[in-house]
């Protein structure tokens, strides 16, 4: 009789845990779905006089948004997890439901496995769409750009930032915006219809009186005939390169390198006596941030169950917007200290996940089971 009572709680616990992992998933992608529509209206309203401006047909123009769907769901799926937490087991809870399950003899968090194992599922799906899809998905966008708006050409390898120039064309190892200045620059000085004139290569170049300066630059200069003159210049100017606030949106591209591409890049930087401290956080980031979706799981369902009662859609977005923002503040605050060197990379990449991670813990040791 104890073994078949045993079975039979086995079963039920299945049933329950099955129903439970349906529930969430079904909440989940609506609620990816709202997030993503919400972002796709945002970015049209956004882009919609440059369409127009430029003439964009529809088609284009509809394959311009979808292009930035992955990274929108990307970014907004630990919310998504949070918020199906919340409406999931907070519908089980207003309805007596989790009563029930612990009048039973249920294990509540036995029973609420699955959603953890969805947590997983989905931090791993987000890190292996962030090394393939995403950076597949703006590579187009940046075509589209370069293709219906003339935005000049841009590129981020492992050698560094490559930009198309009015003149020519600027390789920068390292950038920093916010001192404008640019570390390990070569320019190289383009001529109709594609003959090299010349090439200017500096340690460093400063933003100065509207133009790039380099106070020390070696100046190649080449001839029609093939003829070479090296010449070293002090206070040389590098024509025809955009402002510091144009180029931001240029280097931002890096972020697009999968974890590989950014190693690579950050093991030259290092080579060449280059603070990487920056690139070191977003790598570390691409592996933290995205096991925030886990995490905002484990933190929603104590809440769920604590206001699931008195709760409704309303209570659920209201304390997944609290949590998410709370995560971005404190994110923010230690990519900053990181950035400056208070604290070594990795801790400023994977602080907020374990803050994070410990207050879900400790509120999930005073769920009643």
Same mark, same amino acid.
């Given at each position: 009789m104890v073994h078949g009572r045993g079975s039979r709680y086995l079963t039920d616990l299945k049933i329950l845990e099955r129903y439970i992992l349906v529930e969430f998933i079904k909440l989940f992608a609506m609620a990816a779905l709202a997030f993503l529509a919400l972002f796709l209206v945002i970015n049209l309203f956004e882009n919609m006089d440059g369409l127009m401006k430029h003439n964009v047909p529809l088609g284009p123009s509809a394959l311009f948004f979808a292009y930035q769907a992955p990274f929108i769901v990307s970014q907004t799926s630990a919310v998504a997890a949070l918020l @199906?937490? #919340?409406?999931?087991?907070?519908? #089980?809870?207003?309805? /007596? &439901?989790i009563t029930a399950?612990?009048? %039973?003899g249920v294990r509540l968090l036995s029973a609420l496995t699955p959603l953890f194992f969805a947590g997983a599922v989905i931090s791993v799906s987000v890190i292996l769409m962030n090394e393939t899809i995403v950076p597949a998905a703006q590579r187009r966008v940046d075509s589209f750009k370069r293709q219906w708006y003339g935005?000049? %050409?841009? %590129?981020?390898g492992h050698s560094g930032m490559w930009v198309r120039t009015e003149g020519g064309i600027l390789n920068v190892r390292q950038t920093d915006i916010q001192k404008n200045e640019l570390n390990g620059v070569t320019l190289y000085l383009l001529e109709r219809p594609f003959t090299v004139a010349g090439r200017i290569g500096a340690q460093n170049a400063r933003w100065k009186d509207g133009a790039w300066m380099a106070a020390e630059a070696e100046v190649w200069r080449f001839a029609a005939d093939g003829h070479a003159v090296k010449t070293a &210049? @002090?206070? @040389?100017?590098?024509? /025809?390169v955009m402002p510091p606030e144009e180029l931001i949106g240029a280097e931002g591209a890096y972020k697009n390198m999968t974890i590989f591409e950014l190693n690579r890049y950050i093991n030259g930087l290092v080579a060449e006596g280059y603070n990487a401290v920056r690139f070191k956080i977003d790598l570390y980031g691409k592996i933290t941030f995205p096991l925030v979706n886990f995490i905002m799981i484990m933190v929603g369902i104590p809440f769920a169950l604590k206001t699931g009662r008195h709760g409704g859609i309303a209570i659920g977005v209201g304390i997944s917007v609290l949590v998410a923002f709370s995560f971005w503040v404190v994110f923010a605050v230690m990519r900053s200290i990181g950035v400056n060197g208070v604290v070594p990379p990795l801790v400023a990449a994977a602080f907020p996940d374990l803050l994070f991670f410990a207050a879900g813990g400790l509120m999930l040791g005073y769920v009643r089971e």
């Amino acid at each position: 009789m104890v073994h078949g009572r045993g079975s039979r709680y086995l079963t039920d616990l299945k049933i329950l845990e099955r129903y439970i992992l349906v529930e969430f998933i079904k909440l989940f992608a609506m609620a990816a779905l709202a997030f993503l529509a919400l972002f796709l209206v945002i970015n049209l309203f956004e882009n919609m006089d440059g369409l127009m401006k430029h003439n964009v047909p529809l088609g284009p123009s509809a394959l311009f948004f979808a292009y930035q769907a992955p990274f929108i769901v990307s970014q907004t799926s630990a919310v998504a997890a949070l918020l @199906a937490t #919340l409406l999931s087991l907070g519908a #089980l809870s207003k309805h /007596g &439901e989790i009563t029930a399950l612990k009048s %039973g003899g249920v294990r509540l968090l036995s029973a609420l496995t699955p959603l953890f194992f969805a947590g997983a599922v989905i931090s791993v799906s987000v890190i292996l769409m962030n090394e393939t899809i995403v950076p597949a998905a703006q590579r187009r966008v940046d075509s589209f750009k370069r293709q219906w708006y003339g935005a000049q %050409g841009r %590129g981020f390898g492992h050698s560094g930032m490559w930009v198309r120039t009015e003149g020519g064309i600027l390789n920068v190892r390292q950038t920093d915006i916010q001192k404008n200045e640019l570390n390990g620059v070569t320019l190289y000085l383009l001529e109709r219809p594609f003959t090299v004139a010349g090439r200017i290569g500096a340690q460093n170049a400063r933003w100065k009186d509207g133009a790039w300066m380099a106070a020390e630059a070696e100046v190649w200069r080449f001839a029609a005939d093939g003829h070479a003159v090296k010449t070293a &210049e @002090a206070n @040389a100017a590098l024509p /025809g390169v955009m402002p510091p606030e144009e180029l931001i949106g240029a280097e931002g591209a890096y972020k697009n390198m999968t974890i590989f591409e950014l190693n690579r890049y950050i093991n030259g930087l290092v080579a060449e006596g280059y603070n990487a401290v920056r690139f070191k956080i977003d790598l570390y980031g691409k592996i933290t941030f995205p096991l925030v979706n886990f995490i905002m799981i484990m933190v929603g369902i104590p809440f769920a169950l604590k206001t699931g009662r008195h709760g409704g859609i309303a209570i659920g977005v209201g304390i997944s917007v609290l949590v998410a923002f709370s995560f971005w503040v404190v994110f923010a605050v230690m990519r900053s200290i990181g950035v400056n060197g208070v604290v070594p990379p990795l801790v400023a990449a994977a602080f907020p996940d374990l803050l994070f991670f410990a207050a879900g813990g400790l509120m999930l040791g005073y769920v009643r089971e």
